[in-house]
Antibody, heavy 124, light 111 residues
Framework: EVQLLESGGGLVQPGGSLRLSCAAS????????MSWVRQAPGKGLEWVSG????????YYADSVQGRFTVSRDSSKNTVYLQMDSLRAEDTAIYYC?????????????????WGQGTLVTVSS | QSALTQPRSVSGSPGQSVTISCTGT?????????VSWYQQHPGKAPKLMIY???KRPSGVPDRFSGSKSGNTASLTISGLQAEDEADYYC???????????FGTGTKVTVL
């Protein structure tokens, strides 16, 4: 059974940093790209970032380019999202999702499994 | 990259059919056959319902179907059931820079 478990969310002040983690199980982690998708309170979904299966290619939405960094550790089956220079508009539930960037052993142009999400609140 | 355009809400009685449209551009929906649809119940994570325009993952009822014409994709729910009441989002691959763009979301109400 595929499971994605996010952690690391919380309350942070504007300009601060936070690192999210997503522990994956139930599939061959290194064969799939992974993505982060966020949802602001009462709003729609926004693709934020993605990383190839090997970790050698990373991708970002314009809204977070230069502030967020995605990475993965295959020894721990975990993907990370380092978020720096946080702004109020980054407040959202952040979901980890399997699939996305078309650079992997198994290419998925969609997100077939999602975690339960972790809430990030940026406020003073 | 702007969000794909969906109607804010659609509704139907049990047993009826409803169709949700998802309008983009030639740079996303019209340019690739990589449209997916997600169902989201309140407080829950999104669930994949349709991928690659019209393919259904294992376990998704065949009441759900997808199609595309030009820059507009559509999700049809036939034989509407109470448990189909949820928010639905389309998503399209948009190329090697933007990667993915989601739709604005549609609330489906079962009357």
């Amino acid at each position: 059974e595929v499971q994605l478990l996010e952690s690391g969310g919380g309350l942070v002040q504007p300009g601060g940093s936070l690192r999210l983690s997503c522990a994956a199980s139930g599939f061959t982690f290194s064969s799939y790209a992974m993505s982060w998708v966020r949802q602001a309170p009462g709003k729609g979904l926004e693709w934020v970032s993605g990383i190839s299966g090997s970790g050698g290619n990373t991708y970002y939405a314009d809204s977070v380019q230069g502030r967020f960094t995605v990475s993965r550790d295959s020894s721990k089956n975990t993907v990370y999202l380092q978020m720096d220079s946080l702004r109020a508009e980054d407040t959202a539930i952040y979901y980890c999702a399997k699939g996305g960037p078309p650079r992997a052993v198994v290419i998925l142009y969609y997100f077939d499994y999602w975690g339960q999400g972790t809430l990030v609140t940026v406020s003073s | 990259q702007s969000a794909l355009t969906q109607p804010r809400s659609v509704s139907g009685s049990p047993g009826q059919s409803v169709t949700i449209s998802c309008t983009g551009t030639s740079s996303d929906v019209g340019g690739y056959n990589y449209v997916s649809w997600y169902q989201q119940h309140p407080g829950k994570a999104p669930k994949l319902m349709i991928y690659d325009v019209s393919k259904r993952p294992s376990g998704v009822p065949d009441r759900f179907s997808g199609s595309k014409s030009g820059n507009t994709a559509s999700l049809t729910i036939s034989g509407l059931q109470a448990e189909d009441e949820a928010d639905y989002y389309c998503c399209s691959y948009a190329g090697s820079y933007t990667l993915y763009v989601f739709g604005t979301g549609t609330k489906v109400t079962v009357l």
